[in-house]
Structures are given as structure tokens and as C-alpha cells.
């Protein structure tokens, strides 16, 4: 398939696009700025003797406070625009860069046994943290110096956030930039919820940990194109609801018996792409989906039949 070749074959680079996408998210969506980007790791569990670069990791699913349970796979780290999307009514956190941090072993097997391996820590240059529940929690804030042996002194603004019901444990957030007021930072560490949220809907809807490559290339590339299609089709999607588009109109955010919402999710969206695609591409449906020449009787569906099957391949597809 001309998929496969792109992935395991052909000659592209990943940081060049993920610097495209980039771009079209900002102009989208922040063309005013500030930017406010958002980095976590997550683990995508296979097996196979062939795929070199997994490791044994904590499992963040199924581990608690107080069971550590570890899980073979690979591990990628993810950079996330946090912005507002319009169509959803509150801030998604979109990948656009997303890369392979294999383990210290793997790199040790590799023939440039030099190379250093690298933590997240350096891959992020930031602390991993948790997200918290909204409450009314106590803040405490001031300016400090970070200082390391051999390197510049680094002024630092720390926030303290103390749970004031004793259901949490303090929390400290640090900040580079000493003139952010601390709710400002409380408020930036809040919202990286969302990347988690990211990466539960691209397991749902877009086929991150199903796919069965083996290949060294093919395993690099596939699931930062499924993470950074989750931020195309977010940009798509609201240039249909800009346009107002007649997907978008006529079908509208889908409701449910048990569960009403006012905004659109993720699989509103990517159920007005689909049937925009697939609209644009009934005219040629003849030259794209011919698969005999023998002419047979045709019969055309009702209006209204056709609409709702196709609504409900928008949505389970």
C-alpha cells in the first residue's frame, strides 16, 4: 500500500513537518500568541522480537500510588499547543512534534554506544507533574535562584499550592519567566489535563496502539503521524465551522440519549471531515471505488436514507 511506503520507505522528515504543523496551528489558532506548549510521555504497550526499540516502563494506567506495574513497549514523548478551539469551547492540547525516547538499554546495544542517552528530563527540559481537581487551594509564591555546579545562575518564580481540606499534598511549580503572576502558572499547570485527554482520544478514534508494523522506520513514524492527525483534523474541522460548511450544518453536534452536550468533541470533528472528504468525493466516486466495467441497473437511495448512513459511517468508522 502507498501508506506503508510512506512510512517505512520514502524519504521525509519529521521535524520539518511537525514545524509546518506548527505553523498552521498557530496561525489558526494563536496568531496573536502567547504560545503555551505542553510536554508529557505516554506508552504505546507492543510486543515482537523485531521491534527493536522497546523497553520495560511504568505502566501510568494501570499503576497507582501505591502498585508499580511495569509494561514492555515504546515511549514517546510529546510536545502539545495548548490553545482555545472554538469549536469545542474550551482549550485542546494539539501534538504537533513527537519522538521515540527508547530506553537507556536500548541505546547502550546500538552501534554508536557514545551517544548519550537522554531522560525526559532532557528531552523536556521540564518536570513531569499531576494534575490536580479544581478547588480552593492556598498559594504562596517568590523568586529563587536555581544554581548548578559549573553553570549560571537561573532566577526561578516558585508557586507553593497547598490543598486547604489536607486531600493533597503541597505541590511546587517553578517558572523561568519571574514576572508571570502565580495563578497565571497554576493556571498553565491545570491545563496540561489536556494532554492526557489527547491521548485517550487518539487511542479511541484514530488507531494509536493497533497498528502492526515491525520495521525500524515504520515504527518511528507511525504513531507521531496518528498523534500529529489528531491536530489536522482539529484544523480542518474548524475551517468547516468558519465556513459553515453544509457537513457541519447539517448534521451538528450528535447527542445522545443518556448524555447532552452544547459543544462539539473530537468525534464531532473528525465525523465532519469525514463526510466533507467523502462528499467532495461522490462526484468521482464512479473513477475512485470502480472496481468492474459490466454495466448494471442503478438505484438511487432516498435522500434521507443516504444522509443517515452516511452519518452513521462519519461515526464509526
Given at each position: 500500500?502507498?501508506?506503508?511506503?510512506?512510512?517505512?520507505?520514502?524519504?521525509?522528515?519529521?521535524?520539518?513537518?511537525?514545524?509546518?504543523?506548527l505553523?498552521?496551528?498557530?496561525?489558526?489558532?494563536?496568531?496573536?500568541?502567547?504560545?503555551?506548549?505542553?510536554?508529557?510521555?505516554?506508552?504505546?504497550?507492543?510486543?515482537?522480537?523485531?521491534?527493536?526499540?522497546?523497553?520495560?516502563n511504568?505502566?501510568?494506567?494501570?499503576?497507582?500510588?501505591?502498585?508499580?506495574?511495569?509494561?514492555?513497549?515504546?515511549?514517546?514523548?510529546?510536545?502539545?499547543?495548548?490553545?482555545?478551539?472554538?469549536l469545542?469551547?474550551?482549550?485542546?492540547?494539539?501534538?504537533?512534534?513527537?519522538?521515540?525516547?527508547?530506553s537507556e538499554?536500548y541505546q547502550?546495544?546500538?552501534a554508536?554506544?557514545?551517544?548519550?542517552?537522554?531522560?525526559?528530563?532532557?528531552?523536556?527540559?521540564?518536570?513531569?507533574?499531576?494534575?490536580?481537581?479544581?478547588?480552593?487551594?492556598?498559594?504562596?509564591?517568590?523568586?529563587?535562584?536555581?544554581?548548578?555546579?559549573?553553570?549560571?545562575?537561573?532566577?526561578?518564580?516558585?508557586?507553593?499550592?497547598?490543598?486547604?481540606?489536607?486531600?493533597?499534598s503541597?505541590?511546587?511549580?517553578?517558572?523561568?519567566?519571574?514576572?508571570?503572576?502565580?495563578?497565571?502558572?497554576?493556571?498553565?499547570?491545570?491545563?496540561?489535563?489536556?494532554?492526557?485527554?489527547?491521548?485517550?482520544?487518539?487511542?479511541?478514534?484514530?488507531?494509536?496502539?493497533?497498528?502492526?508494523?515491525?520495521?525500524?522506520?515504520?515504527?518511528?513514524?507511525?504513531?507521531?503521524?496518528?498523534?500529529?492527525?489528531?491536530s489536522?483534523?482539529?484544523?480542518?474541522?474548524?475551517?468547516?465551522?468558519?465556513?459553515?460548511?453544509?457537513?457541519?450544518?447539517?448534521?451538528?453536534?450528535?447527542?445522545?440519549?443518556?448524555?447532552?452536550?452544547?459543544?462539539?468533541?473530537?468525534?464531532?470533528?473528525?465525523?465532519?471531515?469525514?463526510?466533507?472528504?467523502?462528499?467532495?468525493?461522490?462526484?468521482?466516486?464512479?473513477e475512485?471505488?470502480?472496481?468492474?466495467?459490466?454495466?448494471?441497473?442503478?438505484?438511487?437511495?432516498?435522500?434521507?436514507?443516504?444522509?443517515?448512513?452516511?452519518?452513521?459511517?462519519?461515526?464509526?468508522?
Amino acid at each position: 500500500m502507498a501508506a506503508d511506503r510512506v512510512l517505512n520507505r520514502a524519504n521525509w522528515s519529521s521535524l520539518q513537518a511537525a514545524q509546518v504543523l506548527l505553523q498552521l496551528l498557530v496561525k489558526a489558532f494563536l496568531p496573536q500568541g502567547p504560545l503555551v506548549i505542553g510536554g508529557d510521555d505516554t506508552l504505546e504497550r507492543r510486543r515482537g522480537a523485531r521491534i527493536k526499540a522497546k523497553g520495560i516502563n511504568r505502566d501510568p494506567v494501570r499503576s497507582s500510588d501505591t502498585q508499580f506495574v511495569k509494561t514492555r513497549g515504546l515511549r514517546w514523548l510529546c510536545l502539545m499547543l495548548l490553545v482555545p478551539v472554538p469549536l469545542a469551547g474550551r482549550l485542546w492540547a494539539l501534538p504537533f512534534l513527537t519522538a521515540l525516547a527508547p530506553s537507556e538499554r536500548y541505546q547502550k546495544q546500538r552501534a554508536r554506544q557514545r551517544r548519550r542517552h537522554k531522560t525526559l528530563v532532557d528531552w523536556m527540559k521540564a518536570h513531569r507533574k499531576r494534575a490536580v481537581e479544581p478547588r480552593v487551594v492556598e498559594i504562596a509564591t517568590d523568586t529563587a535562584i536555581w544554581y548548578h555546579t559549573g553553570k549560571v545562575p537561573v532566577p526561578l518564580r516558585w508557586v507553593l499550592v497547598r490543598d486547604s481540606q489536607g486531600e493533597f499534598s503541597p505541590l511546587s511549580l517553578l517558572c523561568t519567566d519571574t514576572e508571570v503572576e502565580a495563578m497565571q502558572i497554576v493556571q498553565w499547570f491545570v491545563s496540561r489535563w489536556q494532554v492526557e485527554v489527547t491521548f485517550h482520544e487518539v487511542r479511541q478514534h484514530l488507531g494509536v496502539e493497533t497498528q502492526r508494523q515491525w520495521s525500524n522506520l515504520a515504527s518511528a513514524r507511525t504513531t507521531p503521524v496518528l498523534l500529529g492527525l489528531f491536530s489536522l483534523v482539529t484544523l480542518l474541522a474548524q475551517r468547516l465551522v468558519d465556513q459553515r460548511a453544509p457537513e457541519v450544518q447539517g448534521s451538528g453536534v450528535r447527542q445522545s440519549a443518556w448524555y447532552q452536550k452544547e459543544k462539539a468533541t473530537f468525534a464531532d470533528a473528525l465525523a465532519w471531515v469525514r463526510r466533507h472528504i467523502w462528499c467532495h468525493a461522490q462526484t468521482h466516486a464512479q473513477e475512485t471505488f470502480c472496481t468492474s466495467h459490466f454495466k448494471r441497473e442503478k438505484q438511487k437511495l432516498q435522500h434521507a436514507l443516504w444522509n443517515q448512513m452516511t452519518d452513521l459511517l462519519c461515526y464509526s468508522a
